[in-house]
Every structure is written in structure tokens, then in C-alpha cells.
């Protein structure tokens, strides 16, 4: 097998052919390749598997491996024209380090520090979670994606860059999690032991709970049985969700794999178990569950003068992307402590909350008007946003990129934070039983005399 390879700034490409294996997938990156790309400053290491006829599941583990060594370095990996086969195998990774695109065209809009001139189009991405990333990401370089359900939505096709099968990976071996119509999924895989513990993010689960969510889909379709240590954590789960009222949900988990006393354990602490996702969206049990938003919450934690310290994190990634996404400067108002009173006589808001922990606690609510929420729409979908459901799918995945931007702002600064994807609201109503009365700090924005309200509070 021959290797060719070559920099390109702070970028290194290597082009492999014939068939790959463990074998000769070592002669690929070499250790003194690993070696040279700190002196070099590597920051991107791409594969171009167009001369690639085949390949095993052992050539790409081995590629993985040395990818994660190279990721804990800052180095980020990727394969790019891959055929179908090679592209299935990679999927197989359970913890990849490294992203996959379809192209090289479409590697170099992640790679490449050189703004390519040409409209970006996300084509039937069916994945939020992946849409969500690959948008952040873009957005990030300084890309406007539009997202579109169809090719045929895409104007001038020839002068465009379509994403279809690009994966951007999280580098993560926790359990996934995903928002779908403010419903939380989390997947599982494998057999479930007291490793669980470990996988899931128990803290983004009970922040997910405070800030609104009351429906948790747990996807067992994949796990191949589980043990007493992990019904005795789930349990802890139900307990917990209990006092919010929370519909727990196991769907495709095969019973035969489980004995019927830990099923028992499961349900006596409020878990429902689902043959499959339909299933579910038919039950009483989901109908029940939507009715449970006007629950009563804790008493509400101090604003503390470390919460206050984190605003200007918040307020800048906020200010940043809206006007990147937007092209309007924003005009600011002072920050200022006040009671949350929400003017419920106008339906012209759609609203979004999110969680955060770690270093600390709290939430941020961002309240858009609904003009704001159809210009970025035109950003992200290339048209206006015409229905209560596409507002809610914007304002979701506008949410997710200010996040995205937010934890970059942390990290900067060495601080310690999750947050959780966002629940969004269709109008102030259902807001109002998360934050009524509650103490925050609110900073009030105008894009084009658009109003924008970001509130930081616990």
C-alpha cells in the first residue's frame, strides 16, 4: 500500500491506496509523524480514502486509536471519500476521534483557515444532534448554513456546497442525548452495569428536569441486557423525576434479556416501558405527561456574585452569534437585577431556557420576538419560517449554537461548565409556571429595534 502525504499550513494530508488493514494502516502516521506535527503546528489531520478499495474494522480501529492520541494533542482528525464500505465501518466506532466528510470540498469548510465563497447547504440531515454540531461548527468559521429538506429546495446547485453525509463526532464515550419536540432521548448500548454510573450525565439530567423537561425517552433498542447495579441507578433516576412529575420512558428494551424482578424494580419507581418510539406517541401516558408543565419548583437558589461573574461569558457569545447570524449590530442595555415578570398579553415571543453546571449552577432564559426569530430563520432554513413548528426548530437550533459558542468562551478561561440543549417554549405562557417570581439578571437587547431578552437566574 502507498502513502502519499503533504502540509498544507497547519494542515497534513494523507492519501492512502489499495487495501487497508491493521498492518499497513500503521505505515500511514507514523511516530515520527506524531513527533514532528507539535514543531510543525498541526491543528488538522485529514485522510482522503478516495484511492481506498477496501478496508477492515481493524485498519480503522487502529486509525482511531492513533487519532485519540493526536486529539488529546488539540490535533483534530478526519476521513474524507470514503466509499460506502469504509463509510459503514467507521460508523461501527462506538468512540470516534475523528469526523467524517463526504468530500474534500466539504473538509476543507471545516479545515481550512480560508473562507470558501459559495452558499452551504444542509441537506436531509436527519440527526439533530449531528445537524446541530456540523451548523455550530460552520457557523463558528463563519459560515451561514441554510438547512433544506429536499435538493430540489437548493438554489443554484452548481455554485453550492450540499452536506449530506458528513458526521461531526463528539469525542465521548458518555451516553448520547438528544432534544426532539422538548423531549429528551438519551441511548443506550451494550450491557448496562455499574458502569452507567460513570456514562451518564447525571447532573445534565437533573438540570434538564429544573429547566422545564418533563418527558425522557431512555432507547434501549441496542442493549444487549443489564445488571442490578444499573436498575438500582435508574431507579435513582425515577426517584428523582418523581417530584416533577416526569414521564420516564424505556423503549425497545428486550425483556427476555432482563430478569422480570428488575423490570418490577423499575416500574414501582415510575418507569413505562414501550415496545418502540410509536408506541409511545400514542400512549395516554405522553398525553399526561405534556399537562405536567405547571409544576410547582424548588425555592430558588441565591444570585450569587460567581453566577454575576459568568454574564459577560453569556451576554458576548449571545451578542456574537446573533449578530453573526443576523449581519445586525446589537444595541445593548444595562444589566440590571429584577423580578422575572413576563408580559403574557403578547403572543409575538417564542421563548427557550437552558441549564448549566459544574463550577456552578443556574439557567439562562433567551426570549426572541417572533420578527428576529423569522430573520434568523432565513439564515438557517434560506426562507422565512412560516409555522409555530419551524419557529420552535430555529429557535432550538439557534439555542444549540449559542451554547456552543458559550462553552468555547469557558474554556478560554479555564472554567468548568456543561449546559444542557435547550427547551423551547411556544409562547410566554408556558414559561411562565419556570420562572415566575423568580430574581434575575436581565440584559435587554435590540437587533433593527427587534427586542431580544437574556435572562441569567438559578
Do not use: W
Request: charge should be negative.
Amino acid at each position: 500500500m502507498g502513502v502519499v502525504k503533504s502540509y498544507l499550513g497547519s494542515k497534513v494530508y494523507y492519501r492512502p491506496q489499495g487495501f487497508l488493514d491493521a498492518n499497513n494502516a500503521s505505515l500511514i502516521i507514523t511516530p515520527n509523524d506524531i513527533k514532528s506535527f507539535e514543531s510543525r503546528k498541526i491543528k488538522y489531520v485529514s485522510i482522503d480514502f478516495e484511492k481506498v478499495v477496501s478496508a477492515n474494522i481493524n485498519a480503522i480501529r487502529f486509525l482511531n486509536d492513533i487519532f485519540e492520541t493526536l486529539y488529546k494533542k488539540d490535533i483534530e482528525c478526519c476521513f474524507f471519500n470514503a466509499n460506502k464500505s469504509v463509510y459503514n465501518l467507521a460508523l461501527k466506532i462506538e468512540n470516534r476521534f475523528f469526523n467524517i466528510y463526504e468530500s474534500e470540498e466539504v473538509e476543507k469548510l471545516f479545515t481550512s483557515d480560508d473562507i470558501i465563497d459559495k452558499d452551504i447547504y444542509l441537506c436531509c440531515i436527519n440527526n439533530d444532534e449531528n445537524k446541530n454540531l456540523i451548523i455550530y461548527h460552520l457557523v463558528k468559521k463563519g459560515y451561514m448554513p441554510i438547512s433544506v429538506n429536499s435538493e430540489e429546495d437548493i438554489k443554484n446547485k452548481d455554485d453550492a456546497i450540499v452536506i449530506k453525509d458528513s458526521i461531526i463526532s463528539k469525542f465521548s464515550n458518555r451516553v448520547s442525548a438528544i432534544v426532539k419536540n422538548n423531549i429528551v432521548y438519551f441511548y443506550f448500548d451494550g450491557f448496562l452495569d455499574t458502569s452507567i454510573a460513570q456514562k451518564f450525565d447525571i447532573d445534565y439530567f437533573r438540570r434538564s428536569l429544573s429547566i422545564g423537561f418533563r418527558v425522557f425517552v431512555f432507547n434501549m433498542n441496542n442493549v444487549k441486557g443489564l445488571n442490578i447495579h444499573a436498575v438500582s441507578f435508574l431507579s435513582k433516576l425515577g426517584v428523582e423525576s418523581a417530584e416533577y412529575g416526569a414521564l420516564m420512558a424505556i423503549v425497545g428494551l428486550n425483556a427476555k434479556n432482563v430478569q422480570p424482578k428488575m423490570l418490577t424494580d423499575l416500574e414501582v419507581v415510575g418507569f413505562l416501558f414501550f415496545a418502540d418510539e410509536e408506541e409511545l406517541m400514542k400512549s395516554e401516558a405522553l398525553e399526561e405527561a405534556k399537562k405536567n408543565m405547571d409544576v410547582i419548583y424548588k425555592k430558588q437558589k441565591k444570585i450569587t456574585k460567581e453566577l454575576v461573574n459568568l454574564l459577560p461569558y453569556f451576554v458576548n457569545s449571545t451578542i456574537d452569534t446573533v449578530e453573526l447570524m443576523t449581519g445586525i449590530e446589537a444595541k445593548k442595555e444595562k444589566p440590571e437585577l429584577t423580578k422575572m415578570e413576563l408580559d403574557l398579553s403578547s403572543s409575538s415571543y417564542v421563548a427557550s431556557s437552558l441549564g448549566f453546571y459544574g463550577d456552578i449552577d443556574g439557567m439562562v432564559v433567551l426570549i426572541f420576538s417572533e420578527k428576529l426569530t423569522k430573520r434568523i430563520s432565513q439564515i438557517l432554513l434560506g426562507e422565512e419560517a412560516k409555522t409555530k413548528e419551524e419557529l420552535h426548530d430555529i429557535v432550538a437550533e439557534f439555542a444549540n449554537i449559542i451554547v456552543g459558542n458559550t462553552k468555547t468562551e469557558f474554556a478560554k478561561h479555564d472554567v468548568e461548565i456543561h449546559m444542557t440543549l435547550p427547551k423551547v417554549f411556544d409562547d410566554l405562557e408556558g414559561l411562565k409556571s419556570l420562572v415566575a417570581d423568580k430574581k434575575a439578571i436581565e440584559v435587554k437587547f435590540y437587533f433593527d429595534n427587534e427586542e431580544f431578552y437574556f435572562y441569567l437566574t438559578r
